[in-house]
């Protein structure tokens, strides 16, 4: 049994999420007696394998190659794809980063082999693996299994597993060759870049108050910052409240915005999308107010109120006056 | 210019989701439908294309029953020039190569220049059924786009990277293209595009036969190991609790 793991590159060092995926793949392999193997692609290959290398891995896997120095979709589907048709794995572990779901669909329609995506447990049932997910936007959860012959991609939701408990070690570092070609690449990227934020930063923020689609209209917006403005707390949104154009897209949290952990984070109306939770569930505290108590921010809140925000709120500003 | 988009019916987010007592999908007839909400932004999206080019033609595909006629004849009635429905049972059907593999089968004589589908589904939420067929046809695909300009032969995207970076990527056409929400501002359909849609053309076809790489073996409710402390009571009840939490537990003042 053998378990491979797409390490991404942060920079220069390994995507947070990658370590988590070291976790699953050490619980797998714990599990069904397996090796493990990870991968690392691109400009950074040298560190990110030295930075791999200190985990409790069997080999880590290195791969560089002049058209895979800068992502594209292609050239990465490509290369991983190369590395499973060598390596044979059962399991191919990744973290569910913006740019897993960007390329590793292509893996899994080059093989013909299923991805199983944004899972937030693993466990083993009979010699075969069981993922978690989320679904019907975090409200209910699902078991699911593999049908079929290996290999298979996973992919885990940020925070799935904690990168701390990645165990520690030495693997061997092996230089891997694969054949890419320029014409095997489709799109032409030109270089990331970062909008202002509007001089925002929420990630410092002690307190935050946060609202999402319940405040009902951008009219209503000022009941939430009036309250912010009470407490001395930051005003942050949710998508769909940036997506309707109600507040700048400086004040998100979530997988597209700004990750915080203030003190107290209080959800104004926010049912709690596994995109907006990833942004905020390291708060201290979270205090949440919605009028449907099955909202999935429930379950991440540590203090809840079910009311509507348009009635709670403005009482709740006048008495802190 | 011809654009495919790909649009999926989901229950809405305030929809109540009974679970069936076998715990393998949930009870479909309590469900309130809506079209998901980052298809209704790539199928505006590509109404404006076509309206900028002045040509062209937008083409909605859905897979599912019956029931999804209604998501269909709503994009026709803001604009859609026709429609394919790939009519299938979809419960407990999680696998997105198989659901890829079945609009591929009915895409590969049409054509398209573009193809257009939401980032993810908000019932599964498997967010890759674009890239996959994309894959499949031997097209260019990018995903999280959040801005598109279309020039002669190509579509440049503005892509969403994580943590408030973005990357713009050039594609030649034919491409398929992954839409975040909140890249336009979705229209609502006229009466006059209500009645228009009533002579649209539905063209409705069987599925192929496709096995499942991945089945669903249960659904259930979050099982939570946090301890929520609720507070309750009247509404000037509910604001006192607060503030005593606010000062006695979580203290910050």
Known sequence: ?321 | MKIAVLVKQVPGSESPLPINSDQKWVDENTIAYIMNESDNYALEEALQIRESKGEGEVVVISLGPVRIQKVIREALAKGADRAIHIQMDTQSEIDPLSTASHFVNVMKEEGFDLVFSGLQSDDIGMGQTGVLIGELMGMATASLAIKTEVGDGYIKVKRELEAGWFQWVKLSLPASISIQSGLNTPRYPSLKGIMGAKKKEIKVVEPNKNESKQTLEKIYLPNSDKQTVMIEGSIDQMVEKLIDTFRNDIKIF
């Open chain 1, 1 to 321: 049994m053998k378990t491979l793991i797409i390490l991404e590159d942060n920079n220069g060092k390994i995507h947070r999420m990658g370590l988590e995926s070291i976790v699953a793949a050490q619980k797998i392999a714990s599990a069904l007696k397996g090796s493990i193997q990870a991968v690392v692609i691109g400009q950074n290959a040298d560190t990110l394998a030295d930075e791999a290398a200190s985990y409790k891995l069997d080999e880590v896997l290195k791969i560089k190659d002049p058209l895979l120095d800068n992502y594209s979709a292609d050239g990465y589907a490509e290369a991983v794809k190369q590395v499973i048709d060598q390596e044979n794995p059962d399991y191919v572990l990744f973290g569910h980063s913006y740019q897993v779901r960007d390329y590793a669909p292509k893996v899994s329609a080059k093989l013909m082999k299923p991805f199983l995506v944004d899972n937030v447990a693993v466990s083993i049932d009979n010699g075969k693996v069981v993922l978690t997910k989320q679904m019907f936007n975090a409200k209910l959860f699902s078991d699911i299994k593999t049908n079929g012959d290996s290999p298979f991609l996973i992919s885990f939701q940020s925070a799935a597993f904690s990168s701390d408990a990645a165990n520690k070690g030495s693997a061997v570092i092996k230089e891997l060759n694969i054949n890419i070609e320029a014409s095997m690449i489709k799109t032409e990227s030109e270089a990331p870049f970062k909008e202002q934020a509007g001089g925002i930063d929420l990630t410092a923020a002690d307190l935050i108050v946060s609202v999402g689609r319940g405040i009902g209209k951008e009219e209503n917006i000022p009941i939430a910052q009036d309250l912010a403005t009470a407490l001395g707390a930051e005003l942050a949104s949710s998508r769909p409240v940036v997506d309707a154009g109600w507040l700048p897209s400086a004040h998100q949290v979530g997988s597209s915005g700004q990750s915080v952990s203030p003190k107290m984070y209080l959800a104004l109306g926010i049912s709690g999308a596994i995109q907006h939770m990833v942004g905020m569930k390291g708060s201290k505290n979270i205090v949440a107010i919605n009028k449907d108590p099955e909202a999935p921010i429930f379950e991440v809140a540590d203090y809840g109120v079910v009311a509507d925000v348009l009635e709670l709120v403005p009482k709740l500003t006048e008495a802190l006056q």
